[in-house]
């Protein structure tokens, strides 16, 4: 009998038929269901009665893996954040979690360098002046040179601090595993954090959402900043107060931002940061690259089979899962 598995990730232009087939052929049942928001409500109505969910960015909450518990055995998250998955309640459940941590961390650097290049070189603005049909030289700042302070570390900072050595950067980091003073991985110097924001032309965001992180981000934080410089984030938008960004660049504290996730989501023309030209937006898409989906949808298959086949998967979060008594692998 086949195993039932839900892939609930949003259509980025992805094209999941001929995966479907070829992992029908092991024996998996698979049925790519969007819900209709990441509400846990949505959540369950979407994956109920489903052994394995290839998860996207809804919310696995008590309730709703209490309501999924029956038959559900594994949730693959597909991306790297955790934080909207009751992991606790999961292994109590006897629910594995996974995730693809770093499959995705190359693209959202690419990202990330992007949109700075996108803002200091006024590439998004002069598109959308132009299409209004002004013509409209602006005046720019290179960012070749520039100190780069890049806030958590991990696969992704690393990335994007490789891909700046091409412009030359200076690139400082702050990260809890690394000693002020340390030389980390790709030629960054580990400072604190009042030395970094006070030192670096660009601040760029990549740590994860936690209890302890979440709305860490606020005025005092940017009046830490240059007036010169700017804020970027890809990692979660309620790490920052948003309304606090916001006063920071209508009072100039800061010279402008790039944003890529928001406090709440998705957003809309009325948003004020909609309104701002020292700001460069896009919808939550810095990890959707086909090289990254195609990554990390890779390393799903590879803790679906593991795990049927009774071994702990790869990536495991919560490998306490285990000992429930309510299910086992």
């Given at each position: 009998m086949s195993i039932r598995v839900v892939l609930t990730n949003l259509n980025h232009g992805q094209q999941y038929r001929d995966y479907i087939e070829d992992m029908s052929k092991k024996?998996?049942?698979?049925?790519?269901?969007?819900?209709?928001?990441?509400?846990?409500?949505?959540?369950?109505?979407?994956?109920?009665?489903?052994?394995?969910?290839?998860?996207?960015?809804?919310?696995?909450?008590?309730?709703a893996l209490e309501q999924?518990?029956?038959?559900?055995?594994?949730?693959?998250?597909?991306?790297?954040?955790?934080?909207?998955?009751?992991?606790?309640?999961?292994?109590?459940?006897?629910?594995?979690?996974?995730?693809?941590?770093?499959?995705?961390?190359?693209?959202?650097?690419?990202?990330?360098l992007g949109m700075m290049l996108a803002l200091t070189r006024k590439i998004a603005l002069c598109?959308?002046?132009?299409?209004?049909?002004?013509?409209?030289?602006?005046?720019?700042?290179?960012?070749?040179?520039?100190?780069?302070?890049?806030?958590?570390?991990?696969?992704i900072g690393q990335w994007l601090a490789k891909l700046l050595r091409g412009f030359?950067?200076?690139?400082?980091?702050y990260d809890l595993r690394w000693n002020v003073g340390d030389d980390a991985p790709e030629g960054a110097k580990v400072t604190d954090m009042d030395d970094l924001?006070?030192?670096?032309?660009?601040?760029?965001?990549?740590?994860?959402?936690?209890?302890?992180?979440?709305?860490?981000i606020g005025i005092e934080f940017?009046?830490?900043?240059?007036?010169s410089a700017f804020f970027v984030n890809t990692a979660r938008g309620k790490l920052v107060r948003e309304d606090e960004l916001i006063r920071a660049l209508?009072?100039?504290?800061?010279?402008?931002?790039?944003?890529?996730?928001?406090?709440?989501?998705?957003?809309?023309?009325?948003?004020p940061l909609c309104g701002m030209d020292d700001v460069v937006l896009t919808p939550?898409?810095?990890?959707?690259?086909?090289?990254?989906?195609?990554?990390?949808?890779?390393t799903c298959t590879t803790s679906l089979i593991e795990f049927f086949s009774g071994k702990i998967p790869s990536g495991i979060l919560n490998a306490d899962y285990l000992a429930s008594k309510n299910k086992g692998v």
């Open positions: 024996g998996y049942d698979i049925d790519w269901i969007i819900p209709a928001s990441y509400a846990p409500q949505d959540a369950v109505s979407t994956a109920h009665g489903y052994e394995a969910i290839i998860a996207g960015g809804e919310k696995y909450d008590r309730w999924l518990s029956d038959s559900l055995r594994i949730i693959v998250r597909h991306g790297t954040g955790i934080d909207n998955i009751d992991l606790a309640t999961a292994s109590d459940l006897g629910i594995a979690v996974t995730n693809t941590a770093g499959k995705n961390a190359r693209a959202v650097a690419e990202h990330a598109d959308r002046e132009l299409r209004k049909g002004n013509w409209c030289p602006a005046f720019s700042r290179e960012l070749y040179g520039k100190t780069i302070g890049i806030i958590g570390y991990g696969a030359d950067c200076e690139i400082l980091a924001l006070s030192q670096s032309d660009f601040v760029s965001l990549h740590i994860p959402l936690t209890p302890q992180t979440e709305n860490s940017f009046q830490k900043m240059k007036q209508q009072d100039g504290i800061i010279s402008g931002a790039c944003l890529d996730v928001f406090a709440n989501a998705p957003i809309d023309g009325s948003h939550h898409c810095s990890a959707g690259s086909a090289e990254s989906m195609n990554d990390t949808l890779t």
